[in-house]
DNA sequence: GGGTGTGAAGCTATTCACAGCC
DNA sequence: GGCTGTGAATAGCTTCACACCC
């Protein structure tokens, strides 16, 4: 890759002067949360202290984060929450209507179709879709579900931004490279499996078993904490018992 | 905090040598997920190369990974799956059986305690609780759902250990605050909400919408991208074209 | 030869602390 | 006086590249 075309390709990836950094992005819909809530509590202006509270992040952090933006708030009074809420929105591309796709309709896909957070502004559960022909024509959610064989029209004629993997593991890789065949870039894994993605495509994934894994790691340490102790360690514990 | 507490702190978080990395622990039910794919396939060694493909990672971290756990491989030769695979599991903590219960059985609730994944070695659903007494009683993926006010009680006798937050986002903080009064320390949270607890608990959180919303941020400057092209872009652009 | 384990380098993210502006 | 916006400092994570061992 040429110096040029790296440079251009960074570019090509943000409208922002200098991108926004990912960990950023990732906060973004957190603060948005926040100041929807402010707004509902009737509240106008808000510091980045009380917004970073509201959040549950730090004031430093939210400020930085808010600097990638732009320069939104007025120094000595704070931000105003109406304006701050529309900017984010507009940021994170929620002035516009995404459709969204899921595919595989058993207990998570039915409880997706019916989460109503999942359908917050900004997205639209377009069509829901099953390789059971028996589920085929079953109504979910207000929605007829369609068999897996018109995955490729659905996409194209309902002009689908975004692909939701509900299936089983062993389904998940090939569903993907559907979705990805049909002009398909952003896509979220439900599915406990390992997907592969080519590069321009976007997959993120969300894996219960592994949060709970993570969870577990910390908690044997938790309980084990007594006994795990170092010999060195413990005579730090005896020092800092006597004071 | 004196520097004796404060080093007897960290040291009591771990008991391995220099503590993992959180990037680390987070990556580790990857690579079981992988081992147990390759022990499935009949691979009995595999190099951290393969195995990084497997788990969809890169061959440096992974080993920078295992570094961390011990020095589990041989040079020249790869690691022993099943091996390694077990090394995992006991630094998890899924040698032994964790019992969960999972709070609010709307569309979620039910989708999470009928979702086998989840149910996966090492973690037992041991209890569901909701706040609708109609819904108290009803049988969900064969357990007896059971009202709130048992909350207390179900915790301490089943023994629970991890608490799982599947109600509407208005319910989670007080639930929260119930699960860590009856000793929980670890939750992980599916409701729209921010929710804070004390220092000493792990909370973990997943939020589709948030999901959702991280796709919508990238999927908008992939389209806009020839769009938001500055004018110093465009010439670099131009001269990539020309070669 | 081949592949792990790991210091060192590079990069990204967080936190500090204060200049600058209202 | 108060609070934002941001360089500078720090911490944490990833990647490199090779010594070391099988």
């Given at each position: 890759?040429?110096?040029?075309?790296?440079?251009?390709?960074?570019?090509?990836?943000?409208?922002?002067?200098?991108?926004?950094?990912e960990a950023?992005?990732a906060r973004?819909p957190l603060?948005?949360?926040?100041?929807?809530?402010?707004?509902?509590?009737?509240?106008?202006?808000?510091?980045?202290?009380?917004?970073?509270?509201?959040?549950g992040v730090?004031?430093?952090?939210?400020?930085?984060?808010?600097?990638?933006?732009?320069?939104?708030?007025?120094?000595?009074?704070?931000?105003?929450?109406?304006?701050?809420?529309?900017?984010?929105?507009?940021?994170?591309?929620?002035?516009?209507?995404?459709?969204?796709?899921?595919?595989?309709?058993?207990?998570l896909?039915?409880?997706?179709?019916?989460?109503?957070?999942?359908?917050?502004?900004?997205?639209?559960?377009?069509?829901?879709?099953?390789?059971?022909?028996?589920?085929?024509?079953?109504?979910?959610?207000?929605?007829?579900?369609?068999?897996?064989?018109?995955?490729?029209?659905?996409?194209?004629?309902?002009?689908?931004?975004?692909?939701?993997?509900?299936?089983?593991a062993?389904?998940a890789?090939?569903?993907?490279?559907?979705?990805?065949?049909?002009?398909?870039?952003?896509?979220l894994n439900f599915a406990p499996a390992v997907v592969?993605?080519?590069?321009?495509?976007?997959l993120r994934k969300v894996d219960l078993s592994t949060e709970l894994q993570i969870l577990a790691y910390h908690e044997q340490r938790k309980n084990g904490s007594?006994?795990a102790?170092?010999?060195?360690?413990?005579?730090?514990?005896?020092?800092?018992?006597?004071?």
């Amino acid at each position: 890759m040429t110096r040029h075309s790296r440079s251009l390709t960074q570019a090509a990836q943000s409208s922002v002067p200098r991108g926004v950094p990912e960990a950023t992005v990732a906060r973004l819909p957190l603060y948005l949360r926040a100041l929807t809530t402010l707004a509902e509590r009737g509240v106008a202006t808000v510091s980045s202290e009380e917004l970073a509270e509201t959040a549950g992040v730090n004031s430093a952090k939210l400020r930085k984060d808010l600097s990638y933006l732009g320069s939104y708030g007025t120094r000595g009074v704070g931000y105003e929450v109406d304006f701050l809420r529309h900017q984010i929105s507009r940021e994170i591309g929620l002035t516009q209507d995404w459709a969204v796709v899921i595919i595989g309709i058993g207990n998570l896909g039915h409880a997706l179709a019916n989460y109503g957070g999942f359908a917050s502004r900004g997205f639209r559960i377009a069509a829901l879709i099953d390789a059971d022909p028996n589920r085929a024509g079953e109504e979910v959610a207000g929605l007829k579900v369609r068999h897996s064989d018109e995955l490729e029209k659905v996409v194209s004629e309902l002009n689908i931004a975004i692909g939701v993997i509900a299936t089983p593991a062993r389904a998940a890789q090939a569903v993907c490279e559907r979705l990805v065949a049909a002009g398909i870039t952003s896509i979220l894994n439900f599915a406990p499996a390992v997907v592969q993605v080519p590069p321009g495509v976007d997959l993120r994934k969300v894996d219960l078993s592994t949060e709970l894994q993570i969870l577990a790691y910390h908690e044997q340490r938790k309980n084990g904490s007594a006994l795990a102790l170092t010999a060195e360690q413990a005579v730090e514990l005896a020092k800092a018992v006597r004071g």
